[in-house]
Each structure stands twice: as C-alpha cells, then as structure tokens.
C-alpha cells in the first residue's frame, strides 16, 4: 500500500472513522493530516518524487510532527482502553511503515548517485585518456621536431665551415 493508502487508512483510524474491534464504531479524537494534505500541500505530483532539499526536509518534519500531535492526543486521552491502545500500536505501526518506506527510498536514490557517479567517473577516465595520449602525440611530435631542429642546425654548421659566408668590406 502507499503512503497515502497508509496515511489516509490511519487518518481514517486515527479521525475515529470506521470500526474498533468486534465491529464497534471507533471512539478516538479527530487527529487531521494525510500524506494526501501534505502532497498537495508542498505540490507533490505522483510521477515526480524529487522535492527541492528545503521543501523535502519541511516536509519530512510535518510527518514526524503529525505522528508526534497524533500520540500526545491519545496520551492526553489515557483512558487505558484497549481501543486506545490498539490505535496507539496502529499509529506507530504506520511510522514504522513510512520510515521503513523512507529508508528504500533513501537506498534507491543512493544506488541512483552511485550510478552516476561511476558514470561520470569512467567518462573522465575515458577523456583523460584521451588527453594523455593527444599529449603523448604531441611529445613524440615535439622530439621529432628537436630533432629535425638539431640535424638543420648542424648541417648549417657543417655547410659554413665548409663554404664560408663572405664578408661583406664597407
């Protein structure tokens, strides 16, 4: 089931709406908040699951603030009934749910980074090769033309020890 499944099944529990054990109708306070508010709330559409880090981590505090407003209404009712104390354990179920939710969400979305980070990883690794062997090119190229420089430059020597240059008298 979904989060809001989940959250507006536990609204629904939480509000009083429905049936306690043995089919009685529930006699818990009105605790308001779906996930359902929430979404619309901070314009959560079902298709995108990506919030803006400020935004996700308001959100996040809504939720455990609504579990925390939904358990001090039932402590503040204590009236030790077994009603009371199974929606006790159904809201606390349901945070163990959506944390548990969260926590896949949070390995997915870990996976996903690491994902693209070994791709861009083998991407750099692939243009770096690249770069080092145009620079081994250019090296080998370079040595060429030293080379070359070096040979010109003896000939040159050679060629005015042999013919010397005439001198020019002014």
Not at 69 to 77: D, V, Y
Not at 134 to 139: D, E, L, M, N, S
Not at 147 to 168: C, D, G, L, S
């Amino acid at each position: 089931m979904s989060v809001n499944g989940r959250w507006a099944r536990a609204g629904q529990e939480a509000a009083g709406e429905g049936e306690g054990p043995g089919g009685r109708p529930r006699a818990a306070p009105q605790l308001a908040g779906t996930a359902g508010d929430f979404a619309a709330r901070f314009g959560i559409r079902g298709d995108v699951g990506t919030l803006p880090q400020p935004e996700m981590q308001e959100l996040l505090g809504e939720f455990r603030a609504l579990y925390q407003e939904r358990l001090h209404r039932l402590e503040t009712l204590n009236d030790g009934r077994e009603e009371t104390l199974v929606l006790k354990v159904q809201i606390l179920q349901s945070y163990i749910n959506d944390l548990s939710e969260q926590n896949d969400v949070l390995v997915q979305t870990m996976e996903e980074l690491e994902r693209e980070a070994n791709r861009r990883v083998n991407s750099l690794e692939e243009e770096l090769q690249a770069y080092v062997a145009k620079v081994t090119g250019c090296k080998e190229e370079n040595s060429i033309l030293l080379t070359a420089k070096e040979n010109m430059e003896k000939q040159i020597t050679i060629r005015n020890e042999v013919e010397p240059e005439p001198e020019f008298y002014s």
